[in-house]
């Protein structure tokens, strides 16, 4: 529990105190701005460099930080979970039978 609780906190503390880049999809004087940049990436590697750039800027973003953050703790405390499940069986008598008691 330890974990999701650190995992919740972290997460939130990068999603509101990390700043966020300036939106500037709204503006008509930045059209076409890196049309350049893009015809170069496009010629150069094709597709999926315009992929990969784009899956590095969404990482980026605060948002997609504090998801990852989250997905990982959760993963951490599943497998704390399953280990203490596993001792916790492990450390169990075995329940007596019936012919045990005869």
């Known amino acids: 529990m330890?974990?999701?609780?650190?995992?919740?906190?972290?997460?939130?503390?990068?999603?509101?105190?990390?700043?966020?880049?300036?939106?500037?999809?709204?503006?008509?004087?930045?059209?076409?701005?890196?049309?350049?940049?893009?015809?170069?990436?496009d010629m150069l590697y094709g597709k999926q460099g315009e992929l990969i750039e784009d899956f590095n800027n969404s990482l980026k973003d605060p948002g997609t930080q504090a998801i990852l953050i989250l997905i990982a703790a959760a993963v951490v405390a599943a497998g704390f979970f399953h280990f203490a499940r596993i001792s916790e069986e492990e450390a169990e008598p075995p329940a007596a039978s019936e012919s045990d008691t005869r």
Do not use: H, I, T
């Open 2 to 41: 330890v974990v999701l609780l650190l995992g919740l906190v972290s997460a939130g503390a990068v999603y509101w105190l990390q700043p966020r880049a300036p939106e500037y999809s709204d503006d008509p004087a930045m059209l076409g701005f890196n049309r350049s940049a893009e015809r170069q990436l």
